[in-house]
Structure formats: C-alpha cells, structure tokens
C-alpha cells in the first residue's frame, strides 16, 4: 500500500447501530497513526493518535485498534448517535529520525450519517 | 487558550490576485503545516516548518509561498491565484512530541 486508504467513502446507520471504519497505511517507516474527528463548518478535532502495534484506545463510544505489521486500524463506535454524523479521518505519519515533523498524510475521509 | 487562529474564514479572489491566508498559534509548537482539501481527496500537504526560519515543501507546494519568522506565525501567500486554488485551506500545528496535531477553523478560498 503505497498511500493511506479509507473504506467505505461513505456510510448510512441507523441511530443505535454500532459501525466500524478501516484505514489502511504503509507499514514501513511508521510512526504514528492518528484518527480526526471532521464536523461541517469546524476544524478537525483529534480523537485518538497511536503509535505502537496492539495499541487498542477508547473514548466513551469510539474506540480504535491499531496493526503496524500489516498496516491498518479500525475506529469503531458503539451505538451511533446523530451527534456522531461527521467525517472521520485517519493519518498517517512517517518517521524522520525519531520525528514526524507533524507531516501528516490522510486518508480522503469516511463520511458517516446517523438517521435519528 | 485560542489554540490555532486562522484568518480569513472566506475569500474570493479574481485570476491573477494575490493574497495572504494567516495562521498563529498560542501552543508554542515547533511544527506548523498547511493542507488544502478538496472534494473526494484527503487534505494534502502544502507547506510546513519545524520552526522558525525552517521551512520546507510538501505534497503540493507549487503556486504557494511560506515563511516562519516567529514561532508562533506560519502564513500562506498565493502570489498569482488560480482556479486550481480553489479549495478549502487549514493550519495546523502539532508540538515536537508529536502528539495530536490541532487546526485552525478553516479558509474556503474560491478563485474566479
């Protein structure tokens, strides 16, 4: 995998559907993994950055579980509420040296709908 | 605590203007970034800095200028604007150990 990929583009849930979201990176020269959080009209807001292989990170609804070996995670959210319609993003940084230099490269976004 | 302040939120500019889009961060991060994103595409890198006086060329910088000559300032100058530029543009900044990068709101640039 040459550049970072997200699936599906776009989703429609239901309100209380739980619903999963997969990016796929390069797994060579990793350094840290990073889900956004991207409401309309707002900045993106980070919800989890993660660097080791096995690293699992949870806030309240939303947890994510991150692969380095073979290059992907999921974010999972647990009973999707309206609130949690946005884009999700996912980056991906390279190590330079021991630094990412804040050099992120991202995914083009799963947009997800929750219907009340 | 303000975080990342971009300016301005919207913009339109003729073919052939010139402008500056503004960012400034209270954080005290060394890395400053600026992305565009476009329909169906991730943000790309433009520009970024891993400090003042330190810049350097990402993904797309062609048609883009940048400077850093405080920490805390990182602007973005279009010298000769173009549709193509037509897009939204953010700045970020992320703290030298690399944690969560924080953006600005957000310029929605259209080129006429």
């Known amino acids: ?116 | 605590n303000a975080g990342v302040t971009q300016t301005p939120k919207f913009q339109v500019l003729k073919t052939g203007q010139s402008m500056t889009l503004q960012c400034a961060q209270d954080m005290n991060h060394e890395y400053m970034s600026w992305y565009r994103q476009d329909p169906g595409m991730g943000l790309r890198l433009i520009h970024y800095s891993v400090g003042a006086g330190i810049t350097d060329q990402g993904e797309v910088p062609n048609g883009y200028n940048v400077s850093r000559s405080t920490t805390e300032d990182f602007p973005l100058r279009l010298l000769s604007a173009a549709p193509s530029q037509t897009s939204v543009y953010f700045c970020a900044s992320t703290s030298s150990t690399n944690t969560e990068a924080f953006f600005g709101q957000g310029t929605r640039l259209t080129v006429v």
């Open chain 1, 1 to 116: 995998i040459l550049n970072v990929e997200q699936s599906p583009q776009s989703l429609h849930v239901q309100e209380g559907d739980s619903t999963n979201f997969t990016c796929s990176f390069p797994s060579s020269n990793f350094y840290a993994l990073h889900w956004y959080r991207w409401e309309t009209a707002k900045s993106p807001e980070a919800l989890f950055v993660m660097t080791l292989n096995g690293d699992e990170k949870k806030k309240g609804r939303i947890s994510a579980t991150l692969n380095t070996k073979e290059g992907y995670s999921y974010l999972y959210i647990k009973g999707s509420q309206p609130e949690d319609s946005a884009t999700y993003l996912c980056a991906r940084t390279a190590n330079a040296g021991g630094t990412s230099y804040g050099k992120l490269t991202f995914g083009q976004g799963t947009i997800l709908t929750v219907h009340p």
